[in-house]
């Protein structure tokens, strides 16, 4: 039987959408019909990283109703340039007229010992992770308040960071709990305009930020044992969650909420 696609027709896009998490996301909202723009650094890595989630894309063509260069795009740009947000919404509206779900996912992480944090990690990561979410959620709002019929789903990557701390993470969890923060005000202001906010807050999930420390088979066991659901995340275990967020029909009466897909090692932290 086949999926029926939730988000056919729709617009979506992404920050930090070629790698882990955001990757995923792009993917799971094309598979559901939706066009989408993700943004990356501009780098010749990430460049490189665009071109092989458009050959994925197109890899799964029997999915899609128009060729994957239609429906996906790349906009570059580092988040913490208030004008890249601002490029990101004006590249979909341009291209498709709309915008119907912003998606904040860019962020950093470099692990360090609290006493060993300088003021250049500090605002490095404090100017992607949550000064960025600032700017690019700024810009998506300004643009769904103004479109005809307003109306659109935010949603901002938190973590689990946002609801506890970590020995080596004095500079990182503030910034997830900035966006969930910034998350919950937004959707206080912008339900107004039909606009609906809310968070994801992935647990302990594979990707480029913490793969060093799931390469320990020790440390990846050890995390393992606290998960109820027996296992760390892998970055598609993000891509229902944001389509549910992102499908109005599905959660149009969603929001401000934060939703924590961890396999349940939040409630099993005792």
């Excluded at 598979?31 to 780098?43: E, F, I, K």
């Excluded at 010992?113 to 992770?129: A, C, H, R, S, Y």
């Excluded at 039909?194 to 994801?200: H, K, P, S």
Aim: net charge negative; charged share 20%.
């Amino acid at each position: 039987m086949a999926i029926p696609k939730l988000l056919e027709g729709k617009t979506m896009a992404i920050t930090g959408g070629v790698t882990g998490i955001g990757r995923a996301i792009a993917l799971g909202y094309l598979s559901h019909g939706a066009r989408v723009a993700v943004n990356h650094l501009g780098d010749p890595r990430s460049s490189e990283q665009f071109q092989s989630l458009l050959k994925e894309a197109r890899d799964a063509q029997d999915n899609m109703e128009e060729d994957a260069e239609k429906r996906l795009i790349e906009v570059p740009g580092d988040v913490g340039n208030p004008e890249t947000g601002k490029k990101l919404v004006g590249a979909v509206v341009e291209r498709w007229g709309r915008l119907d779900v912003f998606v904040s996912n860019a962020g950093i992480c470099d692990f360090r010992e609290f006493l060993e944090i300088d003021p250049k990690l500090w605002d490095n990561t404090v100017t992607t992770n949550l000064t960025g979410a600032f700017n690019s959620i700024q810009a998506a709002a300004i643009q769904m308040s103004s479109q005809s019929p307003p109306g659109g789903s935010i949603i901002g990557i938190s973590s689990i960071s946002a609801l506890v701390g970590g020995a080596q993470q004095g500079h990182y969890t503030p910034t997830k709990a900035g966006v969930l923060s910034l998350i919950q005000s937004s959707a206080c202001a912008l339900g107004r305009y039909n606009i609906r906010c809310n968070a994801l807050l992935p647990g302990t999930i594979k990707t480029q930020l913490n793969e060093k420390d799931l390469e320990n088979e020790e440390k990846k066991k050890y995390m393992e044992g606290r998960i109820p659901l027996g296992r760390t995340g892998v970055p598609s275990d993000l891509a229902g969650p944001a389509i549910f967020l992102g499908c109005e029909a599905l959660s149009s009466y969603v929001t401000g909420a934060q939703l924590l897909v961890d396999g349940g090692a939040f409630v099993n932290f005792q």
